[in-house]
């Protein structure tokens, strides 16, 4: 079983920035991709972010590409999400995943385990 913790969540302003963390528990961490998924009030669950087992690939949604950088350190067990120029429209519950073998980046369908989502919230 694969447990993935976020952390780094709170209110910011816009223009803001913050830095999210997702630590993974398990040895197997650097084989797999892992990505960043949101969601809004009221809406559905969105891709943000993936990045390869590697790190050397990674995959962005348009909306958050030149403000948002997705890393991991597989020496830690974890994958980053730095979030620059935060806009209210920004504002969600934000989900780490681990992404299965086979399968598109882009969708939660292809994510095998989640974690409990962090809250973030970007004042105008």
């Known amino acids: 079983q694969v447990q993935l913790v976020e952390s780094g969540g709170g209110l910011v302003q816009a223009g803001g920035s913050l830095r999210l963390s997702c630590a993974a528990s398990g040895r197997t961490f650097s084989l797999y991709a892992m990505g960043w998924f949101r969601q809004a009030p009221g809406k559905e669950r969105g891709f943000v972010a993936a990045i390869s087992g590697t790190g050397g690939s990674t995959y962005y949604a348009d909306s958050v590409k030149g403000r948002f950088t997705i890393s991991r350190d597989n020496t830690k067990n974890t994958v980053y999400l730095q979030m620059n120029s935060l806009k209210p429209e920004d504002t969600a519950v934000y989900f780490c995943?681990?992404?299965?073998?086979?399968?598109?980046?882009?969708?939660?369908?292809?994510?095998?385990?989640w974690g409990q989502g962090t809250q973030v919230t970007v004042s105008s």
């Open positions: 995943a681990r992404k299965g073998y086979t399968g598109s980046y882009y969708t939660d369908r292809s994510y095998d385990y």
